[in-house]
């Protein structure tokens, strides 16, 4: 019997354990069952939660796809990476990264690629990243708008009409890209479960991002009538500018389009969740679960009237806030981690999980020590950043916002990308304001806890800024 050594623990295997990774896109924590969320159906997902540890306050370290995943899936934050943007692939100012796959492939893993796991679109000089995997990656290069039903014969009519990019039709699940992204994975862990070397199997389903076009039995678990709007659809008080995107609601969608984007948001999600049961059902009946760690997370939120606000690119926990569940064979079951940790930390602990020597580069901590006690807290903040414009498509930003959440409140500072000169700041108690809607930091009361914030910002603030000399000029 082998013995596996990591920093924070010992356990025992039979043969070193396999790996699913799987992926959501645009999809914050507040929209899954198991995170506290009565309104929508999620089984497959809280299921999972379940079996494993859920992370209550886990984020993303840039709230746009590129950044985040390039971020999570090289261990490092997006200022070393120097990517704010979706064109810029992580290789151009960092060829010789070794990412979180490519990892477990040089440590003699099968390495497979299903669906969007990097970018996937944008960066036709790369198209994903080949030489993470050990094989080519499937179902991963495409756009989001591509994502049209494919059927035999003539395609049912469209019977959301109210608002542009959702799409409820009367087709199977694999008449959409997650459907055959579910099959494609079901065929994978057939064949990995035969190999004699472990697995590495990350799947990436593009759902919850618009368009939001489940089939219609996803549409038809949810009534309308039944569907909230937020409760909050005006901008923060005091909220600075810079702080807001540029698709704002007001005087661009009606309540009844609103309405239609939040059913279509609903049924996208438990669309997904059909697919991620699908893939974790696979593994039950191929036995595979008792030597296989299974890890769910996605690469940032959304919002959907919230803050008068539509999309992501912005510092707000709705955006900021990811879910992420961790499960092993050798941890205890259906905990709940309320300390804070990022995205960046899942490269570390899956190294750590799988006793691998990771790079010295990566910027995050290994979770084990939660995965072994829940309690345990071994961060004061978590960062998170954006950029403006909100999509610099290749162009350095003008203007990067970094935010640090802390177990209280959220401090956000607006730099200038040259200088790293604040141009305006954020302050949100959400000890009494969860849902971000006054921005208090002008309040005196605030001013001994804003002075601490600053002085966790600098030290939390990564050496590698635009500004600094060590990434200066890129």
């Not at 985040?68 to 934050?77: D, K, V, Y």
């Not at 990517?83 to 990412?99: C, I, N």
């Not at 510092?315 to 709940?336: C, M, S, W, Y």
């Not at 750590?352 to 580069?361: K, M, V």
Request: aromatic letters at 8%; charged letters at 25%; proline letters at 8%.
């Amino acid at each position: 019997m082998a013995i596996i050594l990591t920093g924070f623990g010992v356990w025992a295997s039979t043969k070193p354990t396999n790996l699913v990774v799987i992926m959501t896109d645009n999809h914050g924590a507040w929209t899954l069952g198991c995170y506290g969320n009565p309104d929508i159906r999620t089984p497959n997902i809280d299921r999972l939660a379940t079996q494993g540890t859920l992370f209550t306050r886990a984020y993303c370290q840039q709230t746009v796809c590129n950044p985040s995943r390039a971020s999570l899936l090289t261990g490092c934050r997006p200022d070393t990476l120097r990517v704010w943007d979706l064109p810029t692939h992580f290789r151009v100012h960092k060829p010789d990264a070794v990412t979180l796959p490519q990892m477990f492939k040089r440590n003699g893993y099968y390495a497979q690629g299903i669906g969007k796991i990097f970018h996937n679109w944008r960066q036709d000089d790369w198209k994903g990243d080949p030489a993470s995997w050990s094989v080519p990656a499937v179902l991963h290069y495409n756009t989001h708008n591509n994502d049209t039903p494919q059927v035999e014969g003539e395609i049912p009519p469209n019977l959301a009409t109210v608002a542009e990019r959702t799409e409820c039709r009367d087709v199977p699940d694999d008449a959409y890209y997650d459907g055959r992204v579910a099959n494609k994975a079901i065929e994978a862990l057939k064949e990995v479960s035969q190999k004699e070397e472990p697995f590495f199997l990350a799947v990436g389903f593009w759902k919850p991002h618009l368009p939001f076009n489940a089939p219609k039995k996803y549409w038809d678990l949810y009534d309308r009538k039944d569907i909230e709007l937020p409760k909050v659809m005006t901008t923060p008080v005091d909220v600075p500018d810079i702080a807001l995107t540029q698709d704002l609601i007001e005087g661009r969608y009606t309540k009844e389009e609103i309405l239609e984007l939040h059913h279509g948001h609903l049924a996208a999600i438990s669309y997904l969740d059909t697919q991620v049961g699908k893939v974790l059902d696979e593994l039950d009946s191929l036995g595979l679960r008792d030597n296989t760690i299974i890890v769910f997370w996605s690469d940032h939120g959304i919002h959907i009237g919230e803050h008068g606000l539509m999309r992501k690119t912005t510092l707000f926990e709705l955006d900021a806030g990811v879910p992420l569940i961790i499960t092993t064979p050798n941890h205890p079951k259906g905990q709940r981690a309320n300390g804070l940790v990022e995205l960046m930390d899942l490269y570390p602990t899956l190294a750590d999980l799988c006793g691998l020597e990771p790079p010295n580069e990566l910027e995050g901590i290994s979770l084990v020590p939660i995965l072994e006690d829940p309690t345990r807290i071994l961060k004061e903040a978590a960062m998170t950043e954006t950029a403006r414009p909100n999509y610099p498509r290749g162009n350095d930003p003008e203007v990067l916002g970094y935010s640090i959440r802390t177990d209280r409140f959220r401090y956000n500072e607006w730099r200038d990308f040259k200088t790293g000169e604040i141009r305006a700041r954020e302050l949100y108690d959400h000890s009494k304001d969860p849902g971000e809607t006054v921005n208090v930091v002008g309040d005196p009361q605030f001013a001994t806890e804003l002075d601490r914030l600053s002085k966790v910002m600098e030290e939390t603030l990564p050496s590698t800024t635009p500004w600094s000399n060590t990434n200066a000029g890129g």
